[in-house]
Nanobody, 128 residues
Framework: HVQLVESGGDSVQAGESLTLTCAAS????????LGWFRQVPGQRREGVAA????????YYDTSLKGRFTISQDNAKNIVYLQMNNLKPEDTAMYYC??????????????????????WGQGTQVTVS
């Protein structure tokens, strides 16, 4: 079982940067996929980026790669989402999530919400 707590959401101006933090706990952290998702009210939750905590492989939504970077601090069980050159369309609630099963079950980290069974409470990012 994995517990996830996000932080770092804020209101910023377009063009600025922001780093979100996801603190994870639970014995499955070291062999799992952790992902960042975002959701605007009335719209579907979409995958932003994911990372394999055991090896560090990263996966991105192609439209965001280059502006967003996912990384981790294994010693602290923390996953980060660095967001640069933010745009108003990046405004959303951002969620951290962990897959239900180990990385070996998938071969690569998914960006669809189906495989993710553990979710944080979300942190709001507003860009104006």
């Amino acid at each position: 079982h994995v517990q996830l707590v996000e932080s770092g959401g804020d209101s910023v101006q377009a063009g600025e940067s922001l780093t979100l933090t996801c603190a994870a706990s639970g014995h499955t952290y070291s062999n799992n996929c952790l992902g960042w998702f975002r959701q605007v009210p009335g719209q579907r939750r979409e995958g932003v980026a994911a990372i394999y905590t055991g090896g560090g492989s990263t996966y991105y939504d192609t439209s965001l790669k280059g502006r967003f970077t996912i990384s981790q601090d294994n010693a602290k069980n923390i996953v980060y989402l660095q967001m640069n050159n933010l745009k108003p369309e990046d405004t959303a609630m951002y969620y951290c999530a962990a897959t239900k099963f180990p990385f070996s079950d998938y071969g690569q980290c998914p960006l669809g919400i189906g495989p993710f069974g553990y979710w944080g409470q979300g942190t709001q990012v507003t860009v104006s």
